[in-house]
């Protein structure tokens, strides 16, 4: 995560400012005209609306990253997969795979 948002990464960490600004700063680059949203149930905790699914957010490193499965992926990949108007880019861009780069 680069510029603006990474600052923001970082002053959650230092402050301990909420998750939640995070989360809705990432889900807010939705452009749809219904917008793509993840409702949020408790501290970390969010859901796909009209799904009873619970995901997990977290930060780790200076990455906000969802349990998805047995591991984590980045809160941008997880929208990535579940945002209609984020998947039509990717298709049309005719988007590669995602793979993580190098730790």
Known sequence: QAGILGQ???????TGM???????????RCTCKTPFQLDRVG?????????SQIFFVRILRNHVM????????????????HDPCRMKL??????????PGPN
Not at 8 to 13: N, R
Not at 43 to 51: A, I, R
Not at 66 to 81: M, P, Q, Y
């Open 8 to 14: 923001i990464v970082q002053d959650v960490q230092k």
């Open 18 to 28: 909420d998750l939640h600004i995070l989360v809705r700063a990432i889900v807010s």
């Open 43 to 51: 501290d970390g905790k969010y859901k796909l609306p009209n799904t």
């Open 66 to 81: 969802v349990r998805v499965g047995g591991g984590w992926d980045t809160l941008d990949h997880f929208i990535a997969k």
């Open 90 to 99: 990717k298709h049309i861009s005719g988007g590669s795979p995602y793979s």
